[in-house]
């Protein structure tokens, strides 16, 4: 299948879709995705690194875990995945009946997705966003039908390594601007280290950023009340382990951070 006009960035999703399908193999997997091994197998893909995968393979299946119960806990029958990737959860998760999914990523991501998951039917109304979030991608947004009146659970997963601090403000000012009283934001972000960059070799150090440096603040100064964990710890309560690189007690390592926000009734950014 034709994977051109598919940039580096988003190339890195079919690293983590195979972290998923190694996931789902397992019998404690915990979360199920049938649809990674569709892109990959449309994307003529078959290997991975295994440094990568010691690496990222436990960080992977905890974040999954943890923004699968975040999206699905949050309520709202309006959901934005920004830079969606190979993400299969409009397909994977059971959505409550009426649950609208946008999925917003660059035209030639969404048209393999397309193309590679034509045999399968998502659980909910999903709406493809053709935008670069780069550029205006509100607009885009609002004309494929999201309605800024809603309530939205949004979703922001393995994008803002790859933001500076000011496109990481921008982003969250956008999604506040277009966010009802209630909405809700799930997100992860592993920041950079230099035991991190040798780990994920060069290709992939290249475009790492030090997005949000503490994100507590970033969603606070926004008007969002934030629940921020360490992945350490939530990867301990489903009984995984995260690789020593991650380790927040050892020196020279890289925080990582998985989390939740709501926004309260206001919300002075609209």
């Known amino acids: 299948m034709d994977l051109d006009g598919i940039d580096a960035i988003g190339r890195t999703a ?14 404690d997997r915990l979360a199920a995705d049938p649809c990674a091994q569709l892109f990959l197998e449309a994307a003529g893909i078959t290997e991975q690194k295994r440094d990568f995968a010691e690496l990222m ?15 699905l806990s949050g309520g709202a029958r309006q959901v934005v995945l920004l830079a969606s990737g190979m993400d299969g959860r409009p397909w994977r998760l059971d959505w409550a009946a009426g649950t609208e999914v946008f999925e917003i990523d660059q035209a030639p991501v969404l048209r ?11 659980s909910c109304v999903r709406h493809p966003v053709v935008a670069d979030l780069r550029e205006d991608w ?9 309605r800024p009146d809603r309530p939205t ?12 601090e000011a496109a990481a403000d921008r982003l969250l000012r956008t999604v506040t601007w277009l966010s ?25 150090a290249r475009l790492w950023r030090s997005g949000p440096i503490d994100p507590v603040r970033w969603l606070t100064r926004h008007g969002w009340e934030p629940d921020v964990r360490d992945l350490a710890d939530v990867a301990a309560e489903y009984g995984r ?11 020279g390592t890289a925080r990582a951070w998985l989390g939740r926000a709501v926004l309260p009734a206001t919300n002075d950014e609209r």
């Not at 079919?14 to 019998?27: G, H, I, K, S, Y």
């Not at 382990?241 to 020196?251: I, K, L, M, N, T």
């Open 241 to 251: 382990q995260v690789h020593p690189a991650y380790d927040p007690a050892a020196g």
């Open 180 to 204: 009802a009283a209630g909405s809700t934001l799930a997100f992860d972000h592993v920041e950079t280290s230099a035991a991190l960059r040798a780990a994920i070799g060069p290709d992939l």
């Open 14 to 27: 079919f690293e983590v879709a195979l972290l998923r399908a190694a996931e789902d193999r397992r019998p």
């Open 153 to 164: 659970s949004w979703l922001i997963e393995g994008l803002l390594y790859a933001l500076d």
């Open 138 to 146: 509100a607009t885009s947004l609002q004309q494929g039908g999201f």
């Open 57 to 71: 393979g436990p960080q992977v299946a905890v974040r999954t875990r943890f923004l699968d119960e975040a999206l």
């Open 112 to 122: 393999f997705k397309d193309a590679a998951v034509a045999s399968l039917t998502a």
